[in-house]
């Protein structure tokens, strides 16, 4: 939510300053000669603008497109989904006078990732959190031994499951666990 309001309010921002600075290329361009002039000293300026113009107006020119151009680069990335599902943001495990606690979810995935692959019989592991909150949910893929038990693995990457609720500050974790075995024959390096 927060991050809906920050994209809003950066929009607005946005917007009111394209049209300042759309206000200010018309007036430059005469859009507004009509009008009556609220003092002789815009007009002075604005004469010295059109009479002799500088350098300094090209470069202004250059730096603002330049801005407009990363700006709108930024909102595209801003309100276009990302590969691999939406964009998860840091968790506050604990906030105080003293500061937060925070947690990167791909830093958490890396660590559930490690834990897997710290249990017997699996080679590979590859997660991805998809929610966090109240009701964590993920997906794992395991590659494990051609040999081992799926049951019993299955059976160990429960404490895995409750270290990673615990990480998040949840009782449990909604975890959908694929296991694959491996292809290859080879000895687990450890």
């Known amino acids: 939510m927060v991050d809906g309001a920050n994209r ?17 290329v018309a007036a430059n361009q005469g859009a507004f000669d009509d009008l009556r ?14 009479d002799e113009p500088d350098l300094w107006f090209a470069v202004v020119i250059g730096a603002a497109a330049v801005v407009v151009v990363l700006t709108l680069l930024w909102l595209i990335r801003q309100f276009t989904s990302r590969p691999g599902g939406p964009h998860l943001s ?17 830093k958490l995935a890396e660590a ?9 019989a699996v080679r590979d592991a590859v997660v991805r959190l998809l929610e ?21 693995v299955l059976a160990r990457c429960e404490t895995v499951l409750t270290r990673a609720a615990q990480s998040l ?16 024959v080879g000895a687990r390096v450890a």
């Open 90 to 106: 840091t968790e506050v495990l604990a906030a105080g006078r003293r500061g937060r606690t925070t947690l990167e979810p791909a």
């Open 37 to 50: 002039q609220p003092s002789r000293i815009y007009e002075d300026v604005r004469q010295e603008l059109v």
């Open 112 to 120: 559930i990732e490690d834990d897997f692959e710290e249990q017997p």
């Open 132 to 152: 966090t909150g109240q009701e964590p949910r993920l997906r794992a893929r395991l590659e494990i031994d051609r040999d081992a038990d799926p049951e019993e």
């Open 8 to 24: 809003m309010l950066l929009l607005l921002l946005g917007l009111c300053l394209a049209a300042a600075g759309g206000l200010g």
């Open 169 to 184: 500050g949840s009782e449990s974790v909604d975890a959908h666990i694929r296991l694959d075995f491996a292809t290859r």
